[in-house]
């Protein structure tokens, strides 16, 4: 056999036998009997750099973050073991203070995890208590459609956050349920009276286009419009019936509306063509009504204006889109007339005149009367009483002026 190789972590003796040093002493790690020691020294050396490369690698995933606290625990203690009992030849001891040396950065790593947890947990316990409030506000609300769509992104919200301690996760769960719950009984309440309320629609609905096509084919424009505006009154006021029918009970009776007012506007056009003759003819009358403004001669216009009333009643109707014209210009003639003729009487009403002659007299007696007072007092020397008389005979002088005035205008 060769000399065996010189190793400071073991040996290889004459008889075949490696072993291994560590702290405890020497420890039989394996047999080579009748082989090279080299070859066995170099065995069991790979053994060791195969440890050392697992050291190695679970340190450097610890410090990359890689490995959960626990799960590095659990790694740390299984390549003890195998350190431990390892048949193979190195350092040993030192790959065991290298595992002994992560432990604090595995009880850093374990507290890192608890502090993140701990804030985790608190923030989702707000997201949580802001998902049942919002559920809470829905389910006080009428918003049927928007509030159940918002109620299931709250479910996947609170589905992706972190459970809370089992009493707090219980008691936000509870009211996010309840609310839940109760929004969907309250909507599917309202949709039930609400497919009630469009059933009776859709009946209403019926009938009214039976109405409505009855009259479709009416002459009594005037009349049948109106019951037309009645009936669509009764329609809006109906409601609506189900999706399903709504568009086409309105196209039935939008229909039937439509074959009135198409014949009725057809009539129009006919009568319009007809009454442009009428037109004509009051476009003259409307000419010579209209240079009797301004009026200057009130009789001589007051006699023309009824003439030219005469013949524009006889003249008859023109078309509708010319009526609101035509009669905005001939009553403008119409009051100037009227204003004048008023204003004239007014000025020669003799009941008026009457009234303004008598107060005339009334007023000169009662200054004749303060005059003798006034002589009265200054015969006394009464200066104050003077001085009060004055003001007062001042006044009606004042007043009997303004009657002259008015008398005047009736004279």
């Given at each position: 056999m060769s000399s065996a190789p010189t190793n400071p972590w073991g040996r290889v003796d004459d008889e075949g036998n490696v072993y291994v040093k560590t702290t405890d002493g020497e420890r039989l790690i394996g047999q080579w009997p009748g082989g090279d020691p080299a070859e066995a020294m170099s065995l069991y050396v790979r053994r060791y750099e195969g440890l050392e490369v697992e050291v190695d690698l679970l340190e450097k995933r610890l410090e990359g973050g890689a490995l959960s606290p626990d799960d590095a625990a659990k790694a740390v203690t299984k390549v003890r073991a195998q350190i431990v009992d390892a048949q193979a030849l190195g350092d040993l001891d030192s790959l065991l203070k290298r595992l002994d040396a992560l432990q604090p950065a595995i009880d850093k790593q374990r507290e890192q995890r608890k502090v993140e947890r701990a804030a985790k947990v608190a923030e989702a316990q707000t997201e949580k208590t802001r998902i049942a409030d919002e559920a809470e506000k829905i389910a006080a609300g009428s918003d049927w459609k928007a509030g159940a769509d918002k109620l299931r992104a709250l479910l996947d919200e609170w589905k992706a956050l972190p459970r809370l301690s089992k009493s707090a996760d219980d008691e936000l769960w509870h009211r996010f349920s309840t609310a839940r719950t109760a929004y969907t009984r309250r909507r599917k309440t309202h949709f039930g009276e609400q497919s009630t309320l469009r059933e009776a629609?859709?009946?209403?609905?019926?009938?009214?286009?039976?109405?409505?096509?009855?009259?479709?084919?009416?002459?009594?424009?005037?009349?049948?419009?109106?019951?037309?505006?009645?009936?669509?009154?009764?329609?809006?006021?109906?409601?609506?019936?189900?999706?399903?029918?709504?568009?086409?009970?309105?196209?039935?009776?939008?229909?039937?509306?439509?074959?009135?007012?198409?014949?009725?506007?057809?009539?129009?056009?006919?009568?319009?063509?007809?009454?442009?003759?009428?037109?004509?003819?009051?476009?003259?009358?409307?000419?010579?009504?209209?240079?009797?403004?301004?009026?200057?001669?009130?009789?001589?216009?007051?006699?023309?204006?009824?003439?030219?009333?005469?013949?524009?009643?006889?003249?008859?109707?023109?078309?509708?889109?010319?009526?609101?014209?035509?009669?905005?210009?001939?009553?403008?003639?119409?009051?100037?007339?009227?204003?004048?003729?008023?204003?004239?009487?007014?000025?020669?009403?003799?009941?008026?005149?009457?009234?303004?002659?008598?107060?005339?007299?009334?007023?000169?007696?009662?200054i004749d009367e303060v005059g003798e007072k006034i002589a009265a007092a200054e015969a006394k020397g009464d200066k104050k009483r003077v001085k009060d008389l004055e003001a007062e005979k001042a006044s009606k002088e004042a007043f009997l002026d303004m009657a002259k005035k008015a008398q005047a205008d009736f004279s």
């Open positions: 629609a859709k009946t209403i609905k019926e009938k009214l286009i039976v109405e409505a096509e009855a009259l479709s084919t009416s002459t009594e424009w005037g009349v049948t419009a109106g019951k037309y505006r009645d009936l669509m009154a009764e329609w809006k006021k109906a409601g609506s019936a189900p999706r399903n029918v709504e568009d086409k009970l309105w196209k039935r009776f939008r229909a039937a509306q439509d074959a009135f007012f198409t014949a009725r506007d057809e009539a129009n056009a006919k009568l319009d063509a007809e009454y442009e003759v009428n037109a004509e003819k009051k476009l003259e009358i409307l000419a010579e009504a209209e240079k009797l403004l301004p009026i200057k001669d009130i009789d001589a216009s007051r006699k023309a204006w009824l003439d030219i009333a005469d013949r524009w009643e006889a003249a008859g109707k023109v078309p509708r889109a010319k009526i609101g014209e035509f009669e905005a210009r001939i009553r403008k003639v119409e009051q100037a007339v009227r204003d004048a003729t008023e204003s004239k009487w007014k000025k020669t009403d003799p009941e008026k005149s009457a009234r303004a002659d008598d107060m005339i007299s009334k007023l000169q007696r009662a």
